[in-house]
């Protein structure tokens, strides 16, 4: 018994044959994730993965550089803890899983540097990845201010990799860059170099020595800036980076500064098949749990949208009205109001709309600026969010009113203030009892467990590009395969889905049952759909049907197969029914076969489609479920 516990506690030193090194052995409860660490020849700390044996990170570096010392060089171990047993149990509101149990082997290494100075990395091993985070445990009044961190991920060069690329500040329409809207590489070797020069954003997509792993981080605070990727040529490896230098909010910090102690972001490794990265729920693992008290105004949901397919002409009373009535219609909760709303309808009807709406059990959602001098943006209400009093001033007039959330747009990137910015409006909304909805904005790296209020992030290339572009309409169905592996697998995404009729003045190359697919493929919080009353009433009975009841806050998920930017099949499940939906990247048919084992119900039906449009085919637990998806089609069951 002696033997097995400490081999289940594996954190003695162990000889390595280099340099006479120690190494230090780290693993989680089965024993399936190994990290090994080791201060390396300058003295740097050190970390390998494991993954049943087989390398999947190598020898890696990790550090900190501040101002005031060198967490980097010349480190001291100072001592390494016993695995500490880590579980917690949460419940969200939104997302691919309800109630959600987090359980690690937590290990310390205690490092001091050659001015004695003291930094803790934190380890923690779960059964589907890898956490770890920098400490630094002394107490100081005076600001500390990181200016380099070493974390890297030293993959081997066979590595194949799916990235999007991080854009160029101050780009793009109207200097909005950067918003985490790119077209992402996939399959590419390990050390691309992007096309814009600026790294890649998280989640970062990974296929090394035939295993999966999904690099993001987690658990952003107030007083450290967003990171990206970027591969160092000289270490052979991808480091963490910090932001560009104008991703600031006017006159604050870009980089990380704060008084001691001080706690970094989590950085998470999530390992294994495409079941376990699309699965996991690491990502609000380890995000800080909710301080709201109450959040029973917190309910998730369908909302009608005007703008995306008809534009800024539709922002009206009369239209609004008309979407009112098409989100009551489809049993849709919500109903969004774009820009430029509180001059093209007004304070006074925005109210009579809000007092309306509340009539036919739907709530309203309003449009706001984010940006002060960040870029030249015109749409407004423009800077009336800048400061705690605007903010204050501005979401008691909506309560008044009778306005239910905000879409916040056109952020100004990852540096330090900027972060607190998001800090900052997600607290004061949550105050103020309003949804919230970040557009233009960074990834929310699991602030939707910190602020249950924030419902979705757009942080994608969405449907509102397919509507103006042809070229993105062209990459749409590579472009949706690749979300539910990367971008999506943590964090809500307000993607915008579905248009099953037409889009004006672009050719659409998905089929209409490939965008049924999408309500229940893609997580957000808030689906804001896409399609309008028009397309909507073209549609069979049973699909209209079917629309009225798709769920946002789904019990649990079960990945079925796909491959990034091939195709995904994916299964979501509320109360007692399943719903599993596929859809087709590529260009050629595909024949998937489901085992309908895992379900509870005996009988559902399918919406396919054949020749003539949608079809609805019964569907029996019974029988293994067979559909061939049409290129770039899809399917949706429900059972």
């Known amino acids: 018994m002696k033997k097995i516990v400490s081999i289940a506690l594996l954190w003695l030193s162990l000889t390595s044959f280099a340099g006479n090194k120690p190494s230090y052995f780290f693993v989680n409860s089965d024993k399936t994730i190994k990290v090994e660490f080791n201060l390396n020849a300058k003295k740097s700390p050190s970390y390998s993965v494991f993954f049943k044996g087989k390398s999947v990170i190598n020898a890696s ?3 900190i550089l501040r101002e005031d010392g060198d967490f980097y060089t010349n480190l001291k171990i100072v001592g390494v803890s016993k695995a500490k047993s880590i579980k917690s149990a949460y419940s969200m509101v939104q997302g691919k899983r309800k109630n959600i149990e987090y359980k690690a082997n937590q290990y310390t290494v205690n490092l001091k540097n050659n001015q004695g ?12 990845g890898v956490a770890l985070r920098y400490y630094f445990p002394e107490t100081s009044k005076e600001i500390k201010k990181i200016t380099e961190e070493k974390t890297m991920y030293n993959f081997d060069i066979s590595t194949k990799a799916w990235l999007q690329p991080m854009s160029k500040a101050k780009t793009g329409w109207k200097e909005t860059n950067p918003s985490y809207e790119e077209h992402y590489a996939m399959g590419v070797p390990v050390n691309t170099k992007p096309d814009i020069g600026e790294g890649w954003v998280y989640p970062a997509l990974f296929q090394a020595n035939k295993t999966w792993v999904l690099i993001s981080e987690v658990g952003l605070p107030v007083n450290y800036c967003g990171s990206r990727l970027v591969y160092n040529d000289a270490s052979k490896a991808m480091q963490v980076t910090f932001p560009q230098k104008e991703e600031i909010f006017p006159n604050g910090a870009l980089k990380p500064e704060s008084v001691l102690p001080w706690y970094t972001p989590w950085r998470i490794i999530t390992v294994g098949s495409l079941k376990t990265i699309t699965e996991s729920t690491l990502g609000t693992d380890l995000a800080e749990p909710s301080t709201l008290t109450d959040t029973s105004f917190i309910k998730s949901g369908i909302a009608s949208w005007s703008w995306v397919l008809l534009k800024d002409e539709s922002v009206n009373y009369e239209t609004t009205h008309r979407f009112i009535d098409y989100a009551a219609a489809m049993n849709w909760p919500y109903c969004l109001i774009d820009a430029d709303w509180d001059t093209r309808i007004g304070y006074d009807k925005m109210k009579e709309l809000a007092a309306y709406a509340k009539t036919k059990n739907v709530k309203l959602l309003v449009w706001y600026n984010s940006s002060g001098s960040w870029n030249s943006t015109e749409y407004h209400p423009k800077s009336k969010l800048i400061t705690h009093a605007d903010r204050v001033r501005e979401f008691s007039m909506l309560n008044e009113i009778g306005i239910s959330g905000v879409k916040v747009d056109f952020f100004g990137g990852d540096g330090q203030s900027m972060i607190a910015y998001y800090h900052d409006m997600l607290k004061d909304a949550g105050a103020f009892k309003l949804l919230i909805n970040l557009h233009g904005a960074t990834l929310p790296r699991g602030w939707q467990r910190t602020y249950p209020n924030l419902l979705t992030t757009e942080a994608v290339k969405g449907y509102e590009y397919i509507t103006f572009f042809q070229d993105i309409a062209d990459l749409a169905p590579t472009h949706c395969a690749i979300l539910p592996f990367a971008r999506n697998v943590f ?6 889905p579905m248009v099953l009729d ?12 490939f965008e049924l697919a999408l309500p229940v493929l893609f997580l957000s919080g808030i689906q804001h759909m896409a399609e309008i009353p028009e397309g909507m009433a073209k549609m069979p009975a049973y699909v209209v049907d079917y629309l009225k009841d798709i769920p946002t806050n789904w019990d649990d998920s079960k990945f079925i197969e796909g491959y990034p930017g091939k195709y995904v099949v994916m ?44 079809q609805q085919l019964p569907v029996s637990k019974t029988n293994k479920l067979t559909v061939t998806l049409k290129p770039h089609g899809g399917f949706v069951v429900k059972i």
Do not use: C, Y
């Open 61 to 63: 570096n990790l550090g």
């Open 117 to 128: 100075k003291l930094m803790n990395i934190i380890f923690q091993l779960s059964a589907d």
């Open 491 to 496: 964090d809500p995404m307000d993607f915008t």
């Open 502 to 513: 037409s889009i004006p003045n672009i050719t659409r190359k998905t089929t209409p049952a």
């Open 571 to 614: 299964a979501r499940k509320k109360d007692n029914i399943w719903h599993i939906v596929g859809i087709n990247g590529e260009n050629t048919a595909k024949t998937i076969e489901i085992d309908l084992s895992f379900v509870t119900n005996t009988v559902g039906f399918s919406i396919t489609e054949n020749d003539k449009g949608f």
